[in-house]
């Protein structure tokens, strides 16, 4: 089963797994010293030290070798096979852990008592921050390399040019199809979407505002909100709400958000009519020209 495919790594400037190695080995270090720190200063059988030199040449060491788990990511298909190399990594790394905290009692600061004992739950510990710092970097690039695919295949359907081409939404647990030329409009929500048809059919789809802008047939969308665009021959007018919000009407019955400083490019009017605008009461407008041939 193949998680994520080296096609779907390639060509995401600044997501390359190579480029990522750095940043996440430098988070683990950080976060598996915090950890231990803090589990340091709850044991009542020893004196605390914020910095203790064993402890940091352990965290280093580990990160290090998180590094190359990580790195080997970039050397072959992210599938199971590849998971079972990052794991020939962990193992041997565990290992080199666990002979440098035994050299370090032995050594470097003699302490016979318990010697394997206690640096073997240092290490099983380790491996767990190594498992949870493996896992969340595992979602991270997964989500990304997910949304990639998803952006590359919406735009190659949209430079097409197949009318019966569209965006496949999500919807509840539902995944459905709306055509290009079905979508009445778009709203933005967080990392996402919402694209709406005609029809009332609703549903996510993981990309921006923009790039959806930018894949629609030129110039049948228009921006009405900062997190909003409107299909032109579907506005039908607009009206305000008593808070003072307004809303842009549709052939459908629908209503999006409609920005005072986008007023002017939905109605092609002049700087009166948006003064008009703002003073208008919760009621339907169609000043002059029917708003949709904006």
């Not at 240092?122 to 690039?141: D, M, N, R």
């Not at 990392?191 to 048809?197: A, L, P, Q, T, W």
């Not at 629908?254 to 703002?278: F, I, K, N």
Request: proline share 4%; aromatic share 8%.
């Amino acid at each position: 089963m193949k998680l994520i495919s080296r096609t779907s790594q390639a060509g995401q400037p600044g997501d390359g797994w190579k480029e990522g190695a750095w940043p996440a080995a430098v988070l683990f270090c950080l976060s598996t010293f915090a950890i231990s720190t803090f589990r340091a200063s709850l044991n009542p059988d020893a004196v605390f030290e914020l910095f203790n030199p064993k402890r940091i040449a352990l965290i280093v060491a580990g990160a290090g070798v998180f590094w190359l788990a990580v790195k080997q990511a970039d050397r072959h298909q992210l599938d199971f096979r590849g998971l079972g190399r990052m794991a020939m990594v962990a193992l041997p790394g565990m290992a080199m852990l666990f002979a440098i905290a035994v050299g370090w009692d032995l050594l470097i600061e003699p302490r016979p008592d318990d010697i394997a004992a206690r640096n073997l739950r240092w290490i099983l510990l380790w491996g767990g921050y190594f498992g949870t710092g493996i896992a969340a970097w595992l979602a991270v690039h997964y989500a990304a390399a997910l949304a990639h695919v998803q952006a590359a295949q919406t735009a190659s359907a949209s430079r097409s040019g197949d009318p019966d081409l569209g965006f496949w939404v999500k919807t509840g647990r539902q995944t459905i199809r709306i055509p290009h030329d079905g979508v009445e409009w778009v709203q933005a929500e967080g990392n996402y979407v919402r694209i709406h048809g005609a029809d009332g059919a609703h549903g996510l789809v993981r990309s921006t505002l923009s790039a959806i802008e930018a894949e629609m047939e030129g110039g049948a969308f228009l921006r009405v909100h900062r997190s909003a665009l409107c299909r032109r021959s579907a506005i039908r007018g607009y009206r305000r709400k008593p808070s003072g919000a307004m809303l842009a009407l549709l052939a459908s019955g629908a209503e999006a958000p409609l920005g005072r400083s986008y007023v002017r490019d939905v109605l092609g009017a002049d700087r009166g009519l948006q003064t008009a605008a703002s003073e208008m009461d919760d009621t339907v407008s169609q000043p002059g020209a029917e708003p949709a041939s904006a």
